[in-house]
């Protein structure tokens, strides 16, 4: 009995040392994964400039049906609509409470372009550009397609991953313009005809307080987003596993997991580019 003890005490330990080894090798792999995909973008402009122009098409404006409502472009413009409204109901009657409900341009501007757009944009390609790219790239690697790409001398890495990296870069610029554009206007739109702001008014301390760095600090961090969660979902759908139970769980971590590096990106890249004070003087 005295002997057994200290092997069942070793026991515990050696499993969590595994666990932990086997958390260390997992995040190696997705590094060199997402270093071979980086890498081999330069391959894209080369060799796959066909591939990577349809999956820009597909992903922006989606294919069959989903083309007629716009695909992608919809989501994104409909999230962000929701949000600027929810900036002037909020806005507003928090303003109100306290006298300066003028100030709800200033709301727009700020919020929406250094937290509200950025976050929600990257949620939505998250669900949709990015879900889409790991159903696809699982689908291929359950049927053996990727092999078979292999066999026949493509770079599936580049062919697959790259061309998905850059078709997500160059799309989200449109898009995002249309989230920016989409928050802007419900803003505005729930400001001045729902709760009878002067027009005059909000745009006065709207286009005070809008600075032209911040909407390009923005685009930049959600092309970096785009970035980040292109490459996250196309490590998950080109390592799927189990057949079509293991593509749907490969989609379901994609999604978790891209969501949270979004969430990241935009927290540490807003530190970085605004810092400690934010860089605002409530002034004019």
């Known amino acids: 009995m005295t002997a057994a003890a200290p092997s069942k005490r070793r026991a515990p330990l050696t499993r969590q040392a595994k666990g932990w080894v086997n958390g260390l090798t997992r995040i190696g792999t997705q590094a060199q994964f997402y270093f071979q995909t980086v890498g081999a973008i330069k391959d ?60 709800t ?9 250094r937290l509200i757009a950025p976050v929600i944009a990257g949620i939505a390609l998250a669900a ?17 397609e990727i092999d078979a790409l292999e066999v026949m001398g493509v770079r599936s890495i580049a062919y697959l991953a790259s061309t998905r990296v850059v078709a997500g870069v160059v799309v989200v610029i449109p898009l995002y313009c249309v989230a920016v554009l989409s928050a802007f206007w419900a803003a505005r739109f729930g400001t001045i005809f729902i709760y009878g702001q002067s027009s005059g008014v909000y745009d006065h301390y709207f286009n005070t307080f809008l600075n032209p760095t911040d909407i390009l600090w923005s685009f930049f961090q959600a092309v970096v987003m785009a970035i980040v969660i292109m490459l996250v979902h196309t490590y ?27 969430v990241f990106v935009v927290v540490f890249l807003s530190l970085a580019i605004y810092g400690q004070s934010g860089h605002f003087n409530l002034a004019g």
């Open 44 to 103: 894209v402009f080369v060799h796959y400039r066909i591939e990577m122009i349809r999956l820009i098409a597909q992903m922006s404006l989606g294919v069959g049906a989903l083309a007629v409502i716009g695909g992608t472009v919809v989501i994104v413009g409909f999230l962000t609509l929701s949000t600027g409204a929810l900036v002037a109901v909020q806005g507003y009657n928090q303003f109100a409470d306290v006298g300066v409900e003028a100030l």
């Open 105 to 113: 341009g200033f709301a727009s501007a700020y919020f929406n372009v």
């Open 236 to 262: 998950y759908g080109f390592t799927a596993t189990g057949g079509p139970a293991g593509v749907g769980e490969a989609v379901g971590r994609a999604v978790r997991t891209s969501l949270i590096a979004a």
């Open 128 to 144: 949709t550009i990015g879900a889409g790219a790991t159903a696809q790239l699982g689908a291929m690697r359950i049927n053996e």
